[in-house]
């Protein structure tokens, strides 16, 4: 599966941003998706997860309650909504169809899009 990323950009503190991530293939609706997120000089974190059929998420403490992860089966994409945006959540984001393990780890996820650069200014 290929995965293209949008939605990013440079926004205030407290601002909203809803990215995208739209997947090619037929399968999407049978994989987990994942959005991850690194900033500059830090290694890949985990930010949410999304199960095949959208019935459970998954969330990284510094974004619950800030960060909604949905998908439309049937538009082959996964979203991203980001409210109450910091200046620590400024990074390139990833988004990321899951293959097998924890879906907190990057080395669970066997496909990723290109990334969408977040900067979020104080």
């Known amino acids: 599966v290929q995965l293209q990323a949008s939605g990013g950009g440079l926004v205030q503190a407290g601002d909203s941003l809803r990215l995208s991530c739209a997947a090619s293939?037929?399968?999407?609706?049978?994989?987990?998706m994942g959005w991850f997120r690194q900033a500059p000089g830090k290694e890949r974190e985990f930010v949410a997860a999304?199960?095949?059929?959208?019935?459970?998420?998954y969330y990284a403490d510094s974004v619950k309650g800030r960060f909604t992860i949905s998908r439309d089966n049937a538009k082959n994409t996964v979203y991203l909504q980001m409210n109450s945006l910091k200046p620590e959540d400024t990074a390139v984001y990833y988004c990321?169809?899951?293959?097998?393990?924890?879906?907190?780890?990057?080395?669970?996820?066997?496909?990723w899009g290109q990334g969408t650069q977040v900067t979020v200014s104080s």
């Open positions: 999304i199960i095949r059929s959208g019935g459970s998420t």
């Open positions: 293939g037929r399968t999407f609706s049978s994989y987990f």
């Open positions: 990321a169809a899951h293959g097998t393990g924890s879906v907190y780890y990057t080395r669970s996820y066997d496909y």
